[in-house]
């Protein structure tokens, strides 16, 4: 049998109707921009495998510096025990943090970062005497798949099944410069009605909504808002972290920093899953006391793996390199001028940019063009190179190494379906 046949026998794939989809394309190895498959074909990983990847695949300085910490220490349960990777990522991440934060909880993935976020946000009111049980969050947010975080996540057909036992959750729709009054006095409603806990937001760029992006200005008010009513801040800055929007974070653009911020994707680099949960001083301080019962006790079994910190680590001292920080402008342009190339283009209805996230929305007729997605991901698979359109957007948030002539074949995939389709 071979690798699909046998896939095909046990494996129940995510975010995959098997019925329709009955076939996983085996990928067999990977290098920097590069995915190889078993006939040795190779396509660049123009989505960085979910944004996780960003300095590249099987990343040489990563892996040694793993493999060091592999040979010295693999698992350690951390509560009762700490060590020194958990400790030096824990200064590394600090620096390069919006000042305000000042503590952080180390959990596995995406969405335990982010439940992690709406417990500390629920438990603060607790801890403080307040009976705050609703949360705040934008009409079309993506917090990730556990049962807290699909709650603050946009409704979807997917979640249907689930709606019946999600957290009470109020929605607002993105700010887009001449609805932010109207958002403020929603707020205001909302929290008259049932006192708000917190707010979730992806700021800037909303990753699963198809890179919808807005401003950082129209966000200070509304974040502004929340402080003054005391809902505590929730950044989900797990799609936006760690250079992709031309910044170490998208809350470095923003006025007002957010009293929590969820870590993940790229935090590892693309090697090992691990999420992260930073709060301020204020927030740790709700949860400081002699009442043991006032504590945060959340664990998982991962938490603070040294390998997965080691791996983070690595991906930070890159981050922080001039050679990276160098790409990261690079990109940027190419990308601009990609932008003005195709703005025009009868099929693009628009193109949106925030540092090395690029999108198009094509101007098509979804019904009529059925199936769209999937046979765009052909295409360019046909062309070397592989996207995971969102709906009618097709986004670009390839590797920071990737080079030049990658890039212009990622272009020139897209710039074929915008005259063939
Ligand atoms: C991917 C994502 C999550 C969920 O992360 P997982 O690791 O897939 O659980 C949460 N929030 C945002 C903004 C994401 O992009």
């Known amino acids: 049998m071979n690798l699909i046949e046998r896939d095909k026998k046990h ?14 394309k085996p990928i067999i190895k990977a290098k920097g921009a590069l995915l190889y498959d078993e006939d040795g074909n190779a396509y660049i990983d123009a989505i960085s495998s979910w944004y996780t990847a960003m300095y590249g695949h099987c990343n040489d300085f990563i892996i040694d510096r793993v493999y060091k910490q ?45 439940e992690i976020g709406i417990k500390m946000a629920l438990q603060y009111h607790h ?24 709650s603050v996540s946009g409704l979807s057909v997917y979640n249907g099944p689930f709606e019946a036992f999600f957290i009470d959750v109020k929605r607002v729709p993105l700010p887009n410069g001449e609805n932010s009054s109207d958002i403020l006095e929603l707020i ?50 797990v799609m936006t972290g760690f250079g992709k929007t031309g910044s170490f974070f998208a809350s470095d653009y923003v006025d007002i920093k957010p009293d929590v911020m969820c870590l993940s994707k790229a935090l590892t680099a693309g090697l090992v899953p691990m999420g992260i949960t930073t709060c301020t001083q204020e927030i740790y301080d709700a949860f400081y006391d002699d009442d043991i019962s006032k504590g945060l006790f959340h664990a998982h079994t991962y938490s603070a793996n040294p390998i997965a910190c080691a791996t983070a680590i690595a991906g930070i001292d890159l981050l922080t390199s001039e050679e990276i920080q160098s790409n990261i402008k690079e990109i ?45 991901y052909e295409a360019c698979m046909a062309e070397g190179v592989y996207l995971r359109p969102l709906g009618a957007t097709i986004y670009i948030l390839a590797p920071y190494v990737t080079t030049q002539d990658q890039m212009n074949q990622v272009y020139a995939a897209i710039k074929k379906i915008l005259d063939t389709f």
């Open 70 to 114: 592999m040979q010295q220490l693999d698992q350690i349960i951390f509560s009762g025990f700490t060590h020194k990777p958990a400790i030096e990522l824990s200064e590394k991440l600090m620096a390069i943090l919006p000042n305000n934060q000042a503590k952080l909880m180390f959990n596995d993935n995406g969405s335990t970062s982010t």
């Open 11 to 24: 494996i129940w794939h995510p975010l995959t109707q098997h019925k329709l989809h009955p076939e996983s």
């Open 332 to 376: 940027e342009s190419w990308h601009a001028a990609f932008s003005d190339a195709i703005k025009d283009h009868p099929k693009v209805r628009v193109t949106r940019q925030q540092g090395v996230i690029f999108a198009l929305e094509l101007d098509v007729e979804m019904e009529r063009y059925g199936n769209l997605r999937y046979r765009i």
């Open 188 to 237: 205001e409603k909302y929290h008259q009605e049932t006192p708000l806990a917190g707010f979730i937001y992806e700021p800037l760029v909303q990753g699963a909504a198809g890179m919808k992006m807005y401003k950082a200005e129209y966000l200070n008010p509304i974040l502004e808002k929340c402080k003054r009513l005391g809902i505590i801040t929730i950044a989900d800055e």
């Open 127 to 150: 801890n403080t005497g307040n009976d705050r049980k609703t949360l705040l969050a934008f009409e079309e947010g993506f917090h990730g798949d556990t049962l807290g975080a699909m």
